[in-house]
């Protein structure tokens, strides 16, 4: 089988979808010439904790399947917690995914890091360099990037 049950199960039944009208921080992260776009959006309470996540994920069932991991790994984790979510763990807690689609799981980190990054300059606080993404413009976590 190309795909991990889990895979399939996070695809046909994702959880935490749609939006958070009074987010925290929204990140958005893709390359529509590549296919898959990937918006988070995070409430974090005055503890610094992860109260709500939820995304928006236009894409394929990889990228369905690594937003809705994603979000289930850092609800009700601290912001420290969240930002050393790695794109491998995500993979891993899907049991595995094939190699050509592993961008998915790029995306799912670099979403969230867009995410706290917003966070912190709503804060007005200096962003953390975990939370900086590695490229810029167009090319986040698909295609010249991932």
């Known amino acids: 089988m190309l795909y991990s049950e889990k895979v399939m199960d996070h695809f046909e039944h994702p959880r935490n979808v749609?939006?958070?009208p009074d987010a925290d921080g929204v990140g958005q992260v893709g390359n529509p010439k590549c296919g898959d776009?990937?918006?988070m959006y995070l409430k974090i309470d005055g503890n610094n904790v992860i109260t709500d996540v939820k995304f928006q994920t236009f894409g394929c069932g990889s990228a369905i399947a690594t937003s809705s991991m994603a979000t289930e790994?850092?609800?009700g984790r601290t912001v420290?917690?969240?930002m050393g979510l790695t794109n491998a763990a995500v993979a891993e807690a899907?049991?595995?995914l094939p190699a050509y689609k592993m961008h998915c799981s790029?995306?799912?980190e670099e979403a969230i890091k867009a995410?706290?990054?917003d966070w912190y300059a709503k804060k007005?606080?200096?962003v953390p360099e975990c939370c900086k993404l590695p490229c810029d413009g167009d090319e986040h976590g698909c295609c010249s990037c991932g």
Do not use: H, Q
């Open 94 to 96: 899907l049991d595995g």
């Open 115 to 117: 995410a706290l990054a």
């Open 124 to 126: 007005g606080e200096p």
């Open 73 to 75: 790994m850092i609800k």
């Open 106 to 108: 790029v995306l799912a």
């Open 37 to 39: 776009i990937m918006k």
């Open 80 to 82: 420290d917690e969240a």
């Open 18 to 20: 749609g939006s958070i």
